[in-house]
C-alpha cells in the first residue's frame, strides 16, 4: 500500500514539473517560468472594446525575464510555453 502511495505522488509531483508550476529556483531564474510573485487579473474590456478573460500575471518589476510569456518560461497556470523575446 505504501508503494502505491508513493507512486501516485511521484506521478503528480512529475505532472506537475512538466507543466512549469514544480520549482523555483531561488534567484528568480530564467527559464524556470515560476514565481512566487504573481497575481490574478480581474476580467475587463480592454481600450479597443475586446474582453480580455481573468488570468494570472508576475507582478511588475524591472525585468521580463521572470514572465510567463517570456521565451524559455512554461505559465504554471495553463501550461502555455512562453514565446516572447525578453530583451
Known sequence: MAA???????AVSTAA?????G???GHGGYGTGYS???????GYTNSH????????????????????STHG??????GAVGTKSPY
Open 4 to 10: 502505491g502511495l508513493v507512486a501516485g505522488l511521484v
Open 49 to 68: 472594446g475586446t474582453y480580455v478573460a481573468p488570468h494570472h500575471a508576475t507582478n511588475p518589476n524591472s525585468t521580463k525575464l521572470d514572465n510567463y
Open 17 to 21: 514539473q512538466a507543466r512549469g508550476g
Open 36 to 42: 512566487s510573485h504573481s497575481h490574478s487579473v480581474s
Open 73 to 78: 518560461n512554461v505559465n504554471p497556470y495553463t
Open 23 to 25: 520549482g523555483h529556483s
